[in-house]
């Protein structure tokens, strides 16, 4: 068997011990002679490995008491939507700031049931940097404030947590979410896919602050009712079982590694071997400001786009592959979430330079 890095932006690399942890008991789980896929999700079995992930979740994000958390369906598209259904709370707009392609996606999509403010945008810079917050427009009327965390497709990351006064702030963490430790006191809601840093698509991970939940607007689904789904422990619906599960050996794994303390100096080290050497050459561009780099998605350009394919084979032939940079701006990109070894990033590095001596 040969596993490759990969790089890929979601659904991502998963840490082989948790691969090979749920291979082993997926025919038997703990003696139950069931697969997890098999078990009630209201049998003891399951309850008992929900509740482990929640249990999880809590301790390596230090979730204080006062805070809900879910596991939903949907995905972070979906939040989108039920964010602005379940937080508008009698009022009637939403301040945004644009980031770029994930956050443009939360704003058209708000749009259907808010006025939204765009407070701030990096648009004029081609979405390269986080606007300071001294710049933002902020409506103190508005019923929350949403932030992008971690633009997945442009690379662009928050390494500061944006002041809101009494407005809550919603953070769309889809790509960085248990890569450091965060403060979530300092946030309303926080909403997450799983399927970049903890486990398979198809579920999605809610942070919210109780005094947010319970006033829905009328149309919103019962699946997506932040109150239902609360007061039913996320079991309103048939929860997304299986991969509540491997997130929660996820959420282990983290734990064994150090916890979120010790992802964010691995996180740190990785990006740094690329970052460093991208400031050494002209032959690949990096277009992120400095101090706006994600620690998790790196994008970058061939300074000859032309030889772009040429890179992408070559990587693949030794062994490293989706890192082709999204649809909507091309090149070349890195995904480096938690999962990824930093012999991955080494290995990228050293085709780097050989493939710049080879071309350059
Ligand atoms: C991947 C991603 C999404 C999309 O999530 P879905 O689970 O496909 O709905 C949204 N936002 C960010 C920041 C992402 O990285």
Request: hydrophobic letters at 40%.
């Amino acid at each position: 068997m040969t596993r490759v890095f990969n790089f890929s932006a979601g659904p991502a690399a998963l840490p082989e011990e948790v691969l090979r942890q749920a291979a082993a008991e997926m025919l038997d789980w703990h003696g139950s002679g069931m697969s997890v896929m098999e078990m009630s999700h209201r049998g003891k079995e399951f309850i008992a490995i929900h509740a482990e992930a929640e249990k999880l979740a809590r301790e390596l994000l230090a979730i204080p008491s006062n805070y809900k958390v879910l596991f939903l369906q949907g995905g972070a598209i979906g939040q989108n939507a039920f964010v602005p259904m379940n937080l508008l709370r009698g009022r009637t707009s939403a301040d945004y700031v644009n980031t770029g392609e994930w956050s443009k996606k939360s704003i058209k999509e708000a749009r259907k049931y808010a006025a939204v403010n765009v407070a701030a945008s990096s648009e004029a810079d081609g979405f390269t940097s986080v606007p300071k917050q001294a710049d933002w427009k902020l409506d103190p009327n508005a019923a929350y404030v949403h932030i992008c965390s971690n633009e997945t497709i442009g690379g662009v990351e928050y390494h500061w947590t944006p002041d809101t006064g009494d407005v809550p702030l919603v953070s769309d963490m889809s790509s960085n979410i248990m890569s450091r430790p965060i403060d979530v006191s300092r946030y309303g809601l926080i909403y997450a896919g799983a399927q970049k840093n903890m486990g398979p698509s198809g579920l999605t991970l809610v942070i919210v602050r109780d005094d947010l939940i319970g006033q829905a607007l009328p149309i919103t689904p019962s699946a997506f009712d932040l109150k239902q789904q609360a007061d039913n422990d996320s079991m309103l619906n048939t929860p997304p079982t299986f991969a509540i599960y491997i997130a929660g050996l996820t959420f282990n794994w983290i734990k064994r590694q150090g916890g979120l303390a010790a992802m964010e100096r691995h996180n740190r080290d990785k990006a740094a071997v690329l970052y460093d050497y991208l400031e050494t050459t002209s032959f690949y561009v990096c277009p992120v400001a400095r101090d706006d780099r994600s620690l998790m998605n790196v994008p970058f350009k061939l300074r000859d786009d032309a030889l772009t394919d040429s890179f992408l084979k070559g990587a693949e032939a030794r062994g490293m592959v989706q890192l082709k940079g999204h649809r909507s701006v091309g090149g070349v990109r890195a995904s480096i979430y938690n999962a990824m070894p930093i012999e991955g990033v080494k290995a990228l590095v050293a085709y780097m330079k050989e493939f710049e001596k080879n071309q350059g």
